[in-house]
Nanobody, 123 residues
Framework: VQLQASGGGLVQPGGSRTLSCEFS????????MGWFRQTPGKEREFVAS????????NYADSVKGRFTISRDNLKTMVNLQMSSLEPEDSAVYYC?????????????????WGRGTQVTVSS
């Protein structure tokens, strides 16, 4: 499995940004997908996850109501729509995949990771 995240950049506070992650090398719909983020000196933090069929999602409390995770199983992509961005959202964002049997918030449960994409929220 290979994952390629994109879409990061500089965003003003209160702005929006959509991250995308392209999946290849496996049966996409068989994988739970997750987004995590990390800042220097801190542990990788769960942001959002989505089930294989896209019907079940889970969010960190810090992003609930502002971020939306979605997936397109035909295009084998997972997106993270981010709105009302705050400086505290600045981080390197990673997408990851997990075979199951259940959704997980724990980054150690995800076996495949893409390169991160930097999001910086600043005026």
């Amino acid at each position: 499995v290979q994952l390629q995240a994109s879409g990061g950049g500089l965003v003003q506070p209160g702005g929006s940004r959509t991250l995308s992650c392209e999946f290849s090398g496996g049966t996409f719909a068989s994988y739970y997908m997750g987004w995590f983020r990390q800042t220097p000196g801190k542990e990788r933090e769960f942001v959002a996850s989505i089930s294989g069929g896209g019907t079940i999602t889970n969010y960190a409390d810090s992003v609930k109501g502002r971020f939306t995770i979605s997936r397109d199983n035909l295009k084998t992509m997972v997106n993270l729509q981010m709105s009302s961005l705050e400086p505290e959202d600045s981080a390197v964002y990673y997408c990851a995949s997990r075979r199951g049997p259940r959704m997980s918030l724990n980054p150690d449960d995800y076996g495949n990771w893409g390169r991160g994409t930097q999001v910086t929220v600043s005026s």
